[in-house]
């Protein structure tokens, strides 16, 4: 796993810390990991949006792109 060093602001320094003194997360890094991991499935969904509507149609219903959705969101 790669190790590196940021910098954070005092309020957000705190934030995690409060995550994780309220059993949230493990560590500061479990919660940083996370949060990337929300960001990139967020990207995602955003490509595969731009992508449907450039194309101007979908052959997956509405139930089955918001289950799918849903399913990335949560893990």
């Not at 990207?43 to 509405?62: H, V, Y």
């Amino acid at each position: 796993m790669a190790r590196q060093s940021i910098s954070l602001t005092e309020p957000n320094d705190q934030w995690l810390k409060n995550q994780v003194d309220n059993k949230e997360y493990a560590s500061k890094s479990e919660l940083v990991n996370d949060l990337i991991r929300q960001a990139r499935k967020q990207e995602w969904i955003k490509e595969k949006l731009e992508n449907a509507e450039k194309s101007g149609f979908t052959t997956d219903s509405k139930d089955e792109i918001l289950k799918l959705s849903k399913e990335l969101l949560n893990g």
